[in-house]
C-alpha cells in the first residue's frame, strides 16, 4: 500500500461513561500540535454510562471539516458494537483490537488488516484501581496509535503536562499508559503504517474548540449581563462556558462581587420570559435552548415580536420531532423559529458555520436585536455547537461599541414634550424606546394585547393594523442588517448550491470533488433571515440551485419559496437528516445524477 | 376604558407628601372593571400605599399577567413603566427585570388564575428565588375575564353563579407560600384598607419576596350566596391574627405599643414594621406555629389574615448570586468587554 499520509479517517468505538473522551481529545489534540489540520466528530448516546459512543477523527492535509465517509483505522474497544466497527472500515483499512481476550474468529475481513494489542492485560499488570484500569486502556490505545502513526512523543508529553498542570501522579500515570502501548506497538507491529502523520505548518494561528465555547464567549464580549436557561442537550456547554468566562473576567476585584446574573430557570417559558423582563429593563439577555425548549417558548416569543422586546436566543439544534434524538445534529427548526408564535409573526435568524461564527454573531445577535427591538435566533447545531472544530483564532476590534438602538436617554426625555413609545418618527419602522427607572416622561406600558403607535390599548381595526404593518416594514429594514451570505461563484456557471450553516464543509468540499470531474457550480451560503438582496440576485442568475440542508421538509427550500420571488422549478433538494452531520458524497451525487438525468432528457 | 384620562384638575388643597406629591400623582388611567370589583379597591390602596411611602412614582417598575386582575396595573402609577405579560408568566418577567436592575421597587399583580392555576409553577419558582419584589394576589376564586369558571383557589363546596359545586381541595397561596419557604407571607381582603395599605407598605419595602393574597370578591361571577369568596362571607369568616403597622425609619416606635403584645420588626432599609398580635400564642417569626395556627383555624372555616409570617434575614436572589450593587444594565461596556489581551489568553487554551 502506499504511503498516505496526513489524509486519513481515525474512528474510536468505546462505550460511554470509560473517561474515553479524554484520551480521544488528547490523540486529536496531538496532531493538531504536530500542524496538521485535523477534525473531531463525537457520536455520543443520550445517556450516562454503559452506551456505544464513538468518536470520528478526520486528518486532512486540505483541511477540510466535514466527515468524509471513510474510515481508515477503526479501534474497537467495544464488545457489543466489534461487528459493525468491523463492517465500517474501508477496504484497506485497519482495526485495532484488544487481544486480551481471544477474538471471535468469524469476524474478520479480508481486506482490512487486524492489529491486536493486549491492551487491559498492559494496563491490569501496572495499574491496580479498577477505574484507573478502565481509564488507562483508553490512554493506552493513544500510546499505541503514537507509534503506528509516528506521532511526535514530546507533543504528547507537553500536553499531558498542561492538561493536569501541577498534578505529577496523573501526568506519571498517563504516560506510563501511553508508552506501555507505545513500546507493545514499537516491539511487535510494522510501524509506522503507511498511512501516517508528517508534521506541517498548517494549524499555525488556529485553535481547536466547540461552537457553544465560542459563542459563550461571544456573549461575554456582547456585554450581556443577564443569562437565562434551562439545562438541555445539545445548548447546555454554551451557558456553562458564559459562566466560566464571567467567573474569569467578571468578577469584581475589590468586592468578589458579579458583574453578571445567571438564572437557571424552571423551565424555558420562564428562561425566555426572564430575558424579557430583563431586555424591557435595558440590560442584554440571552438564552441558550435547543427544539424543545423553543417549542415551548413560543407565546413568549409572540409577545416579544408584538410589543418589540429585544431578546437572543440560541438554538442548537438537535433531532426532532419531539424528543427525538437529543445527541444527534439536524437543522430542523428553521421554520419553527422563522415564524414561532401564533398571528402573524416573522423573527430574525443568524445562521453561524462554525465556532468562529458562534462568536461574532453572538455578538451580532445582540446588536440587531436591540437595534431592530425584537428576537433574534442564533441557529446552531449539535455539530458546531458540542464538536470541537479547527478555526483561526478569532480577533476583537478595540472600537468596537455595542448597538443599543433607539433609546431615549433621560437627558433626551427631560427636553421632549411628550414621548410616545410606537411611532415611527425614522420611517425604518423602528421606534425610541426608554428603560424603566430614567424619567417620568419616558413611561409607558407594554401590552401584549392590541395597542395603537401611541402604546394605548386599541381593537381598532385600523389603529391595530397601523402597528402591524409597521412591524413588516421593520422586518424588511433587517434585511438590510442581517449578515450578508458568502458567495463563491465564477461568471457564466449557471449550477449553482444554496446551503447553511454547518454543511458549510461538506459543500466546499463537493464543489472540489465537482470541480475536478469537470463540474463547475457555485455557492451561496445564507447566514441571515430574512434574506438579503444578494440571496434574491444570486437566484435570479443561476438556472438551477441545489438547495442542501440537514432535515426531512427541505426547510431552507421553502424559506426561499416563500421569502423570495424565485421560481419553484429551478431548486433542487438535496437533504441529509439522520442526525450524523452531512457529508460531501450525498452533495456530489446528488448534484452528478441530476446533472446527468437533465443532460440525457 | 384605558383611553380615558382623568381630569387633571388642580389640587392644592390635597395632602403632600415628602416630595410634594399628592395622592393623585400616584393614579394611572380610570379602571375598566365592574363597579364594585374587589380589585379597585385594591387599586387604591397600592396607589395610597406608594404616597404614604414617598417613593417616586418612576422608581417602580408594575407587572402583571392576565386577568381582570392583571389590568389593574395601568390604573396605578401612570409615571411608572408598566408590563403586561403573557398569562400566569409574569414573575419571570418580574426576574429578569430585577436581575437587569436590582434598585427599582417592583410590584406585581396577578390573579388565582394566573398565579395558582396557569402560572402555578412560576409563582412558586420566584418565591424560592426570594425576588425582592411585592406580590399580590386578587384573589376571587374564579376567571373574572374568561366570565366566571372557577379558579384553583376556588373552595371546596362553593357554588357557581349557574350552580356547579366545586368539589377539588383549592389551593391557598398562604400556605403555599409558607411551607415554600416564603419570606414575607401575609393576607388581606379588599375591603379592609386599614389592615391593606400598611401590608402593601410592609411588603413594599420587604427585602425580598412579599407575598400578599387579598382576596378580593368579583361582583359579577362570585358574589352571590353560597360562594366562599363574597363580600359576606368574607367578612362573616374574616379573622385577622396579626395586624401590622408600618413605620418609617427612624421615629419611635415601642411607646404607642403593649410589651408583649408588640412586635417590632426591622426592615434592611432600617424601616419597621410593627406587628400587634390579635391572639397571644401567635409568632409571625416561627414558621411552623404560624402554619399549625393557621391550619386550626381554617379548618373552623375562618379566614385568617394580617402579616402571618415573616423573615427579613433570608436572603434574596441577588444576594444569592453575589451581584454587584449598581444595576448590571448600567454598568459600561468597559467594565464588561475583556478586551483583547483576554480573548488571546483564552484562545490560547484552546491550542
Ligand atoms: C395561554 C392563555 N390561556 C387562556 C387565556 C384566557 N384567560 C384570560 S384571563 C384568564 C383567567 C384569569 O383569571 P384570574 O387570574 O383569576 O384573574 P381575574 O380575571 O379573576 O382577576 C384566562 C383563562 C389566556 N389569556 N392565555
Ligand atoms: S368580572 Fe369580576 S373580576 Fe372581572 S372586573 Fe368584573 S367583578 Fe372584577
Ligand atoms: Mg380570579
Not at chain 1, 423582563?277 to 416579544?304: V, Y
Not at chain 2, 409615571?79 to 436592575?101: E, F, K, L
Request: glycine letters at 8%; charged letters at 20%; hydrophobic letters at 40%.
Amino acid at each position: 500500500m502506499p504511503s498516505r499520509s496526513n489524509d486519513f479517517v481515525i474512528k474510536i468505538a468505546n462505550v460511554n461513561g470509560t473517561g474515553s473522551a479524554s484520551a480521544n481529545g488528547l490523540l486529536m489534540k496531538a496532531i493538531f500540535r504536530m500542524g496538521i489540520p485535523v477534525v473531531g466528530k463525537n457520536f455520543f448516546p443520550s445517556n450516562i454510562q454503559g452506551l456505544p459512543t464513538w468518536f470520528e477523527i478526520r486528518v486532512s492535509r486540505e483541511g477540510y471539516v466535514a466527515r468524509s465517509g471513510r474510515v481508515d483505522i477503526m479501534v474497537a474497544m467495544n464488545a457489543q458494537t466489534y461487528a459493525r466497527d468491523l463492517a465500517d472500515v474501508s477496504a484497506g483499512g485497519y482495526l485495532i483490537y484488544d487481544s486480551t481476550w481471544s477474538r471471535d474468529k468469524q469476524l474478520a475481513r479480508d481486506d482490512v488488516t487486524l492489529i491486536g494489542i493486549p491492551l487491559a492485560q498492559l494496563v491490569n499488570a501496572q495499574f491496580e484501581n479498577v477505574r484507573a484500569r478502565i481509564l488507562m486502556k483508553n490512554v493506552c490505545y493513544v500510546g499505541a496509535l503514537a507509534a503506528l502513526l509516528d506521532i511526535d512523543m514530546d507533543v504528547i508529553k507537553q500536553l499531558l503536562k498542561e492538561t493536569f498542570a501541577d498534578k505529577e501522579k496523573l501526568i506519571a500515570g498517563n504516560l506510563k499508559a501511553i508508552e506501555l502501548g507505545y513500546n507493545y506497538v514499537k516491539e511487535y507491529c510494522d510501524c509506522p503504517l503507511p498511512l501516517r502523520l508528517e508534521p506541517m505548518h498548517a494549524t499555525d494561528g488556529y485553535i481547536m474548540v466547540d461552537g457553544n465555547t465560542m459563542a459563550g464567549l461571544g456573549c461575554v464580549f456582547a456585554g450581556a449581563t443577564v443569562g437565562a436557561w434551562y439545562p438541555i442537550t445539545p445548548s447546555t456547554s454554551l451557558m456553562d462556558a458564559f459562566k466560566e468566562f464571567c467567573e474569569r473576567y467578571r468578577v469584581d476585584r475589590g468586592t468578589g462581587k458579579h458583574r453578571y446574573c445567571i438564572v437557571q430557570a424552571e423551565d424555558e417559558l420562564a428562561a425566555i420570559g426572564i430575558v424579557l423582563g430583563a431586555a424591557w429593563n435595558g440590560a442584554r439577555a440571552f438564552t441558550p435552548t435547543s427544539g424543545p425548549g423553543i417549542s415551548l417558548m413560543n407565546e413568549f416569543i409572540g409577545f416579544a415580536y408584538y410589543t418589540e422586546i429585544p431578546a437572543v436566543l440560541f438554538d442548537v439544534q438537535r433531532v426532532g420531532p419531539s424528543t427525538g434524538m437529543p445527541t444527534r445534529t439536524q437543522q430542523g427548526d428553521l421554520l419553527l423559529c422563522a415564524y414561532a408564535s401564533h398571528g402573524d409573526t416573522r423573527h430574525v435568524l443568524l445562521f453561524p458555520a462554525d465556532p468562529a461564527e458562534c462568536f461574532h454573531f453572538a455578538v451580532t445577535a445582540f446588536d440587531l436585536a436591540e437595534r431592530l427591538q425584537t428576537p433574534v435566533f442564533v441557529m446552531s447545531d449539535l455539530d458546531i455547537g458540542m464538536n470541537d472544530w479547527m478555526i483561526p483564532k478569532v480577533h476583537w476590534d478595540p472600537k468596537y461599541a455595542p448597538d443599543r438602538g433607539k433609546v431615549y436617554s433621560k437627558e433626551q426625555l427631560e427636553n421632549m414634550q411628550i414621548f410616545h413609545r410606537y411611532t415611527d418618527n425614522d420611517g425604518d419602522g423602528i421606534c425610541y424606546r426608554t428603560f424603566p427607572g430614567v424619567h417620568a416622561r419616558g413611561a409607558y406600558f407594554t401590552r401584549g394585547s392590541g395597542h395603537n403607535r401611541h402604546g394605548g390599548y386599541t381593537e381598532d381595526a385600523a389603529d391595530y393594523q397601523d402597528v402591524l404593518d409597521r412591524l413588516r416594514r421593520k422586518h424588511d429594514t433587517a434585511k438590510q442588517l442581517v449578515p450578508t451570505p458568502v458567495i463563491r461563484s465564477k461568471k457564466g456557471v449557471k449550477t449553482a448550491i444554496v446551503s447553511l450553516g454547518s454543511c458549510d464543509g461538506a459543500v466546499r468540499e463537493a464543489l472540489d470533488v465537482l470541480a475536478r470531474e469537470g463540474t463547475e457550480v457555485n455557492y451561496l451560503r445564507v447566514r441571515g433571515f430574512p434574506f438579503s438582496q444578494q440571496v434574491e440576485e444570486f437566484l435570479a442568475h443561476h438556472e438551477q440551485v441545489f438547495v442542501v440542508e440537514q432535515n426531512r421538509d427541505a426547510q431552507l427550500k421553502s424559506l426561499l419559496l416563500l421569502e423570495t420571488t424565485v421560481d419553484r422549478n429551478k431548486l433542487i433538494s438535496i437533504l441529509h437528516y439522520g442526525g450524523m452531520p452531512i457529508d460531501s458524497r450525498g452533495i456530489v451525487s446528488g448534484i452528478s445524477d441530476a446533472l446527468a438525468k437533465g443532460a440525457a432528457a | 376604558m384605558s383611553f380615558m384620562q382623568k381630569p387633571k384638575v388642580s389640587h392644592s388643597q390635597l395632602p403632600r407628601n415628602e416630595l410634594g406629591l399628592t395622592v393623585r400623582d400616584y393614579e394611572g388611567s380610570m379602571s375598566t372593571l365592574c363597579a364594585g370589583c374587589g380589585h379597585d379597591s385594591i387599586t387604591a390602596a397600592v396607589i395610597q400605599a406608594f404616597w404614604e411611602l414617598s417613593i417616586e412614582p418612576y422608581k417602580v417598575a408594575k407587572m402583571s399577567g392576565i386577568g381582570c386582575s392583571s389590568k389593574t396595573p395601568t390604573y396605578f402609577l401612570s409615571q411608572a413603566h408598566g408590563i403586561n405579560a403573557v398569562h400566569g408568566r409574569m414573575p419571570s418577567i418580574a426576574t429578569g427585570a430585577n436581575a437587569a436592575d436590582r434598585n427599582l421597587y417592583y410590584v406585581g399583580i396577578s390573579g388565582d388564575g394566573d398565579s395558582l392555576s396557569i402560572g402555578l409553577g412560576q409563582f412558586i419558582h420566584v418565591l424560592r428565588r426570594n425576588l425582592n419584589m411585592l406580590y399580590i394576589i386578587e384573589n376571587n376564586g374564579v376567571y373574572g375575564l374568561t366570565k366566571g369558571q372557577f379558579s384553583a383557589s376556588a373552595d371546596v363546596g362553593s357554588k357557581a353563579k349557574k350552580g356547579e359545586v366545586n368539589q377539588q381541595p383549592p389551593i391557598d397561596p398562604v400556605i403555599a407560600a409558607l411551607t415554600l419557604g416564603g419570606s414575607f407571607v401575609a393576607r388581606s381582603f379588599s375591603g379592609d384598607k386599614a389592615q391593606l395599605v400598611p401590608l402593601i407598605k410592609a411588603g413594599i419595602m420587604h427585602n425580598g419576596f412579599a407575598m400578599l393574597d387579598v382576596l378580593s370578591p368579583c361582583v359579577t361571577f362570585n358574589d352571590h350566596e353560597d360562594s366562599t369568596k363574597s363580600y359576606a362571607h368574607t367578612r362573616q369568616f374574616y379573622h385577622p391574627a396579626v395586624h401590622a403597622d408600618f413605620v418609617l425609619s427612624k421615629k419611635p416606635i415601642r411607646t404607642a405599643y403593649d410589651d408583649g403584645e408588640a412586635m417590632p420588626v426591622e426592615l434592611h432599609d432600617g424601616s419597621t414594621v410593627v406587628l400587634r398580635k390579635v391572639s397571644k400564642d401567635y409568632n409571625p417569626t416561627n414558621r411552623a406555629q404560624a402554619y399549625s395556627y393557621l391550619h386550626e383555624h381554617q379548618k373552623r372555616g375562618e379566614i385568617v389574615t394580617g402579616l402571618l409570617y415573616i423573615d427579613e434575614d433570608q436572603r434574596e436572589m441577588h444576594d444569592i448570586s453575589n451581584t454587584v450593587s449598581e444595576a448590571l444594565r448600567d454598568l459600561a461596556y468597559a467594565e464588561l468587554c475583556p478586551g483583547n489581551a483576554a480573548l488571546e489568553e483564552t484562545q490560547n487554551l484552546y491550542r
